[in-house]
């Protein structure tokens, strides 16, 4: 297996001269273009690395897959789906034309940053700190890692420059699909994007949702099979953005990306995939990474269909 990924990065490297790394939240720009890693982590905890495996990044929106989880958890499926849809997107993931189009306003999935915003708004506690620390925990535990924290300075960085952001929350306080107080839910979410992670943190997540949230290396039930289950779903339609239709024929398994140049990827009742490639393509996912995954998807057969 080790020497199979570190033939996939090195056949993919030069993709990564094909992207560009975001700069629309400003200390995002200072990633290298030119790294890319992975980690596999299966449900035996037998590890894999190859290429740029240490390298840290922010988990920007690959922590909505952790956030929807504890909404669900926190609040039960029908309190969650009643604010917020379960459908793909066509637009941008910080679009909010269709938060104004549609009858119910509700954001058409977890997944984009509106329907985020309000998994984030649903999280159990009375105020942002406490929904951080809710998800944090969760992160840290399905990570088995208790020393991840935020990086401040992406999070400073995010919270300056996120005004499009604020205007897709109050649009939705005002469409009371939000009812807790706009800038505590948003500071939450800035600080939950900025979470910093490796590929092996990210890994060790996936595996926990492909072993049907039971945790590799202890065998406790962490998060409910229901959770696992709803999660995955909506990986496999929403988690590329506009790519997602894609990305299931190509790779065919639930994965969520990051502009911080992580996709998270789940197979089910085998492993956990995390890769990193700052270099991003038009629809904000790695470019690099979506190769690397499509071609060990081919060569190890992970599809799920």
């Known amino acids: 297996m080790r020497e199979l990924l570190n033939q996939v990065i090195e056949h993919n490297k030069i993709w990564t001269k094909e992207g560009k790394v975001a700069t629309y939240i400003p200390e995002l720009a200072k990633a290298d273009q030119n790294a890319l890693g992975i980690c596999i982590f299966d449900l035996e905890c037998n590890e894999f690395f190859a290429g740029d495996f240490k390298t840290k990044f922010t988990m920007q929106s690959v922590s909505k897959v952790i956030i929807l989880a504890c909404a669900l958890m926190d609040k039960g499926k029908e309190a969650v789906f009643s604010k917020v849809g379960c459908e793909p997107s066509a637009d941008p993931f910080n679009s909010i034309i269709r938060l104004e189009t549609r009858d119910s306003h509700k954001p058409l999935n977890p997944f984009i940053n509106a329907g985020a915003i309000v998994c984030t708004s649903l999280v159990s506690g009375d ?165 690397v995954l499509e071609e060990l998807s081919k060569r190890i057969h992970l599809s799920i269909f």
């Open 127 to 291: 105020n942002g700190i406490e929904k951080f620390d809710r998800v944090l925990q969760m992160i840290k535990t399905m990570s088995d890692n208790p020393n991840i924290d935020i990086n401040y300075p992406v999070y400073q960085s995010e919270k300056r420059t996120g005004n499009t952001n604020r205007a897709i929350a109050y649009y939705l306080k005002g469409a009371n699909i939000i009812e807790r107080d706009v800038e505590d839910v948003l500071d939450a979410y800035f600080k939950l994007c900025s979470i910093e992670v490796t590929v092996k943190d990210v890994a060790k997540i996936a595996s926990v949702i492909a072993n049907g949230g039971i945790l590799p290396w202890s065998s406790e039930q962490f998060l409910p099979k229901w959770v696992c289950q709803i999660v995955q779903t909506i990986m496999l339609t929403c988690g590329l953005y506009n790519a997602s239709g894609e990305f299931a024929v190509n790779v065919g398994t639930p994965s969520k990306s990051g502009v911080g140049g992580c996709i998270l990827s789940v197979v089910p009742k085998k492993m956990g995939i995390a890769v990193v490639g700052p270099s991003l393509d038009e629809n904000g996912n790695s470019i690099g990474g979506l190769k």
